[in-house]
């Protein structure tokens, strides 16, 4: 007997490489390079013991991937949420590996992260399961060969350990030259200035970048957010001060909508203090969450997790914008959806590359021994973003076709063209 059973939806590395094939079709990428960029290089799994603070021991299990060095080391940031999975490290290191490219930067991708939930753990077990988790990776990580930054639910706290356990397994002399190992750290060890708002910043520049190609302004622009962490958080801040209108956001608590427009510094004010959740805000209303992405607006923000917008919710889309703040936040259905209903997206590697661009940044600032302000930091990050998003949009004018694919296009040929010159060892 025959059993039907739901289709299963595409996990995000089965969107990355969809998107990579694609691309590689529409650009006839030399095969084998089609090989080599198909594949990670590494994938470590780590299972570690921490003692809690009630004596007891925990086992924890954490990944790093490393997808590509071909341009120079890997770069990616670390999350720590149930949802981790070796499967989702390869996706997300597979993005890093295009957005470093894209942005021009001298370096391949990475990613990784621990299954864990870290609202369950005190700070002091937080502390003791990054400092482990540091040890336990070893020589597998570097300032010259990769270099981990913040991600979901990891901050500039967490970098600080990482760096501070890492240099610990160092000779006295050597020391200060691993503080790069690295970025995202707090300014007062070795941080840069801005980089905490230099994704969300980042979304912002190329929204505005993208209104201004087409003669307008944020001004009185409406727009929704999902997730308000600090990718979501400072985009609104951005947009908010240049005159558009946060009216409804979204996170794993509560979905809150005004159609007058919500306080973004209000609003803040209120999650801050709740590690981020937006539940109980009085200056919005509670609504269904599953309406969330059909409200009439301007453009959306994903800027939470993956495979936020699917077939499911994409013909509910009104919107004719969506910036995408956080990785992967559309799969390719929901997308063939969008693009063949006329709306633009502004795919992750782009709109998000604020954060890595500002990386860059600081892993120079301490390689160098340099101290850079705040004003010099943000204008470094808009010029090169706007450098990058005009190279993007030249292509999408010039050959047709969507931005990311456009984007992937830029940033494969980069990596291709490495290839070509350096040539394959032996």
């Not at 603070?53 to 890997?74: K, W």
């Not at 301490?366 to 930091?377: A, C, M, Q």
């Not at 999408?396 to 290839?419: C, G, M």
Request: charged share 25%; net charge negative.
């Amino acid at each position: 007997m025959e059993i039907l059973t739901e289709k299963k939806q595409k996990t995000m590395l089965d969107n990355v490489i969809e998107q990579f094939n694609k691309t590689a079709d529409s650009m006839n990428l030399n095969p084998n390079i089609r090989k080599i960029l198909s594949i990670t290089n590494n994938e470590i799994i780590i299972h570690f013991p921490v003692k809690m603070d009630d004596g007891s021991i925990e086992i924890f299990t954490g990944y790093r991937v490393q997808h590509n060095n071909a341009l120079g080391p890997y770069k990616g940031g670390l999350r720590y949420h149930p949802t981790v999975d070796v499967d989702d490290a390869k996706a997300l290191a597979m993005w890093m590996t295009w957005k470093t490219s894209l942005a021009g930067l001298p370096y391949g991708g990475a990613k990784g992260g621990i299954q864990i939930d870290p609202r369950n753990y005190s700070l002091g077990e937080l502390e003791r399961i990054t400092r482990r988790f540091t040890f336990a990776l070893g020589e597998n990580i570097g300032p010259e060969y990769d270099i981990p930054a913040p991600d979901v639910n990891t901050n500039e706290q967490t970098m600080a350990w990482i760096a501070d356990t890492f240099m610990s397994t160092k000779s006295p002399s050597e020391r200060s030259n691993n503080k790069h190992v690295v970025t995202g750290k707090p300014v007062g060890s070795g941080g840069l200035e801005g980089r905490d708002r230099a994704t969300g910043f980042g979304v912002y520049i190329t929204l505005r970048l993208l209104f201004e190609g087409r003669k307008e302004t944020l001004k009185g622009k409406k727009f929704i957010v999902q997730g308000f962490g600090n990718v979501g958080y400072w985009a609104s801040k951005f947009l908010s001060e240049d005159g558009a209108i946060l009216i409804a956001v979204q996170d794993a608590h509560a979905t809150l909508i005004n159609e007058n427009g919500i306080s973004v510094p209000n609003l803040y004010e209120h999650s801050k203090p709740r590690k981020g959740s937006v539940k109980g805000f009085e200056g919005a209303a509670e609504m269904e969450p599953e309406d969330f992405f059909g409200l009439e607006c301007d453009f959306i923000i994903p800027a939470a997790l993956g495979n936020q917008i699917t077939e499911k919710n994409a013909e509910k889309i009104k919107s004719k914008v969506i910036a995408e703040g956080a990785n992967g936040p559309t799969n390719n259905e929901g997308e063939r959806i969008l693009l063949a209903n006329g709306v633009t997206i502004i795919p992750d590697i782009l709109c998000n590359s604020g954060g890595v661009i500002g990386s860059y940044f600081e892993w120079l600032q301490n390689r160098n021994g340099e101290l850079w302000p705040l004003d010099e930091v943000m204008v470094k990050i808009e010029k090169k973003l706007t450098e990058v998003f005009k190279k993007v949009e030249s292509l999408v004018n010039e050959d047709q076709i969507d931005h990311r694919t456009a984007a992937y296009i830029l940033a494969i040929k980069r990596i291709e063209t490495a290839y070509i010159q350096r040539g394959i060892f032996p």
